[in-house]
DNA sequence: CTGAAAGCGCTAACAA
DNA sequence: TTGTTAGCGCTTTCAG
C-alpha cells in the first residue's frame, strides 16, 4: 500500500486504470465525451485509492477558486453574525465557498485580510469595513478583483455596497422617544470614523429638529461599538446635573455596557429611563423589558450581497458600482415609556 | 502598462529587475544569501508592480498552506462565535490563517465541509461536530491530515479533543436547583446524539441522585439547540398538571426560547420558575432578571486547542490522541429562588 | 551570491 | 473517445 504514504493525486488514478491522466480529469469532472464504462472504471479506482482532488492545483490551472472572501469587524455581533449566516447560505446555494475573516475592528488587520484574500485569488470579497482608510487597500485589489460592501459603506469608493438606511432609522427611532415627551436624549456611538455612526447621528438630529429640539440639546458621544464603551458613554451621560430621560444605543453591544451601567446606578427600564436600539439581536426580545428596536431586512440583505458579488464574479454586471439602501422597521416592545 | 491586465507574476517582477525567479523568490522570501542592494531592487520592482504572491501556486509547491480550516454549527450561538474568536486570535499569533465554515448543525454539510477543507490542503482541522457519524469522514482524511475536536466529543474518534467537563456543570447547576428545594426540574436539551448532551443529562442525573429525587421524577426533553426547540420544549414541559417549578437550558438558544414562552404563559422569573443555564452568553448578565448559569473558560480552551492543533501539524506531539476536559464556574445571578 | 531546470497536481488545446 | 503536451506560479536542488 505505497500510495497511502502520500494521497494520491490524479496519476495515481491513471496508472490504476491504465488511462491518461486527461482522461481521469475528464472522466472525474463530468466531461461530455467519455466512455460510460471508462468512468466507472475512474470513479471506482479513484474511491478505492481514496483520491482527493487537489483543489490548490486545479485553482491554479484554471484561474478561479470559487472562493468568496467575507471581512467582518466581529463574529460576536449578531448583527455581523446574522449577515454571515445568511450571505454563506446564499453563496453555497451559487456553488461558492465562504472564507471568513475576522478583522477584530483593527483597521490594520482589515488591510491585512484584503491583502491575504488577494493573494489565496478568492474570486470576490464582501467587506464590513471598519475604517474608510481600509478601503485604499481594497482599491488597489479592485482593479483585480470585484470587491462589495456590506453595512457599511466607503463614501466614493468604486465598489458596490449594501446598506441600511441608517438615517432613517436613527431618525424612527429618535422620534419614537421625542414622540412620548423625551428630550434629554443620550445617543451611545462607536467611531465617528464609520458611516454607520455618522448616519445615525444625522438622522437622530433630524428627529430632534423636527421635535424643535435645539441642537445645544442634543446628547451624542463617540467610542466604539463594544461592550465597555456602552458602559463608559452611559457612565458619562449620567454624570452631569440635567440627567438624559432616554438612551438611544447604536449597537447591541452598547446596550449590553448601558445595561449593565443603568443596573449599578439603580435605575430601572422605562420607568426611569427609556432605552432603544439600532438593530434586533435575539436577545432584545427575551429580555425583561424587551426592548424597543430598529430591525433590519438582514436575510434580504445578504441575499441580495451575494447576488452582487455572483454577478460582479461572473462578470454579467456592468461596471458602474451601485448602492443599495435597505429600510428596517421599528419594533416597540417594552422599554420605552412617556417621560 | 501591459502588466496591468493581468496581476503581475514572480517572472514579472524578475524580467523588470533583470535578474531570475530564483533570485527574486529569495529575496522576497527573506532567504539570507542574497545581497543586500538586489534585495532592495527586487522589492522596489514587486511594490512598482503592485506584485503579490500566489498563494495557490506557493502551497502547492512548498505543500503547506498555513491554514487551519474550523467547523462549527452555528456562528450565532455566543458559545461557538466566542470560541471561533479565540481560536482565530490564538492561529493568528502562530502564524496561520483561519478558514471558517458553518455547518448550520446539519451532518452532510459538515462532513461535505470535512471534505472540503481537505482538497484544500488545509494543514489541519478544529471541529465541533454535529453529530457523531460526522466523524466518519474526520476520521478517514485524519490519516492525512491532523483533527483536533473542540466542545463536543466522538467518543472513540482517533483524535484529540477539548470539551468541557459537562457532567459536572450540568451537576453543579441542578445541585444549585435542588439545594433550593426543587425537585420538579424540566431539563431542555439538543439532540441526544450529541456528547455534550449526554453528558450534561448524566450530570442532571448525578445531581437528581445526590438529592434523593427519585429517576421516575427527572424531566428530560430532546430536541434541537434552536429557539424553537426551547419554545416548544417548555411549553411541552408545563402542559401536565404538575409544572415544573425549575427549567435547566442546555444552551442559549434554548433558553431564548423558554423565556419566550414563559413570558407568553405569564410565569414570571424567579418567583414562579427558576431558571438556569449551561453556558455563559453576554446577554445572560444583561437580561432581566439576569441568568444564573455554568460559565466555561472558553478563552483558555481556545487557546489549548490552537496549541494542540498547531503541535499537531508541525509533527511536534506525539501519536496518542488526548481529550482535554475543562471545568467551568457555577454563577449565581438573580434567575434562581427558592420554591 | 545567482541562474537553470525541474516539478508540485491539475486541465485544456491539439492530435490521433 | 483518448493520449500527448504544455503550462498555471512558485520554490528548490544543483551548478556555477
Redesign the interface.
Known sequence: MDE?LA?ATIRDVAEHTGLSPATVSRALSGHPYVDAQTRTRVLGAAQAL?Y??????R??RVRQ?LTIGLIIP???N?FF??S??VL??ELEARGY??????S?GDPASDRNYV??L????VDGIVHVPCSPETDHAAQ?RG??IPVVELLRHTPDAPHDAIVSDDREGAAALTRHLTERGHRRIAMLTGSSALSTTRYRVEGYRDALRLAGIPPSEERVTFGSYG?DSGYAQTRAAFAGDLKPTAIFSSGS?L??GA??AL?EMGLK?PRDVSVVGYED???Y?????ALTCYSLPLREMGRVAAELIVSRVTGEAAAPAVVRRFSGQLIVRASTAAV
Open positions: 497511502d494521497v481514496d482527493r482532488p487537489n483543489a490548490l492545483a485553482a491554479l477558486t466581529d463574529i460576536r449578531d453574525a446574522e454571515a449566516t454563506q447560505g465557498r465562504l472564507i471568513l475573516c475576522i477584530n491583502q491575504t488577494a493573494e489565496h485569488r488597489t482593479r483585480h461592550e453591544p446596550t449590553s445595561m449593565r443596573g427600564i439581536p435575539e436577545w426580545a427575551v429580555c425583561a423589558p
